[in-house]
């Protein structure tokens, strides 16, 4: 019973590139949130999305910062023209479908560096 | 001020103690309290769950809801090296679907031989 995945689990780019973020959910669930944690911070909420759908995207900073979960494949976490500010750890979480709690699932991060 | 205030530590206690984590709030929307267990560079594990003020008890960790002082408590009993680790408190807003966490900042524990 696979757990949340998520890849690369290390990522390194220099400023200016492209930073893509995958999240594969655990099987059967299909609510997807992205958090990121900066050195010695709590985990920020960023977003949540269903299947094809952006549900609450409050935490996003406004540019750069993208988020999809299509239909088929993992949900993507695009960060573009990175900067050194971006290095965190950014962890994606899953619920079932149908819940109304709120114990999400984590998977294990992608750290990323922005040399 | 934070929606959600919780000390860094660290705390350091001898195996076999008992240790009290503590975490205020001050939106009194939160309905949904939750603790989380984070190993150095790995994600966060659920470890208790709770929504209604009270106590809940699993195994040697206790949870603690007060909602009329906004504070939450998770109780580690007979403590052990393995749960030297990052605790964080999180909690949510019922709004009939699945809601975002708002987290606080994590009390780092470390318990010594």
């Known amino acids: 019973n696979a757990g949340v995945m998520q890849n690369p689990r290390h990522l390194v780019r220099r400023r200016g590139q492209e930073a893509r973020l995958r999240c594969s959910p655990m099987?059967?669930?299909?609510?997807v949130y992205w958090y990121r944690q900066l050195p010695e911070e709590g985990l920020k909420f960023m977003v949540y999305?269903?299947?094809?759908?952006?549900?609450?995207e409050s935490g996003m900073p406004k540019e750069r910062f993208s988020a999809e979960f299509p239909k088929e494949g993992p949900s993507i976490l695009r960060i573009q023209q990175v900067v050194r500010g971006d290095s965190a750890a950014y962890f994606c979480?899953?619920?079932?479908?149908?819940?109304?709690?709120?114990?999400?699932?984590f998977g294990p991060g992608t750290r990323l560096t922005v040399l | 001020q934070k929606e959600v205030e919780q000390d860094p530590g660290p705390l350091s206690v001898p195996e076999g103690a008992i240790v009290s984590l503590n975490c205020t709030y001050s939106?009194?929307?939160?309905?949904?309290f939750m603790w989380y267990r984070q190993y150095s560079r790995k994600g966060p594990e659920l470890l208790m769950y709770?929504?209604?003020?009270g106590n809940k008890e699993d195994g040697r960790f206790t949870a603690q809801v007060d909602k009329s002082s906004k504070y939450i408590s998770l109780f580690i009993r007979d403590s052990q090296p393995s749960d030297s680790a990052t605790y964080l408190c999180?909690?949510?807003?019922?709004?009939?679907?699945?809601?975002?966490?708002?987290f606080g900042t994590g009390t780092r524990l470390q318990v010594t031989l």
């Open positions: 999180a909690m949510s807003i019922n709004t009939g679907t699945a809601s975002k966490l708002t």
């Open positions: 099987k059967g669930h299909s609510h």
């Open positions: 709770t929504y209604s003020s």
């Open positions: 999305l269903q299947k094809e759908n952006i549900i609450d």
């Open positions: 939106n009194s929307a939160f309905q949904y």
């Open positions: 979480a899953s619920l079932p479908r149908g819940t109304t709690t709120d114990t999400q699932y």
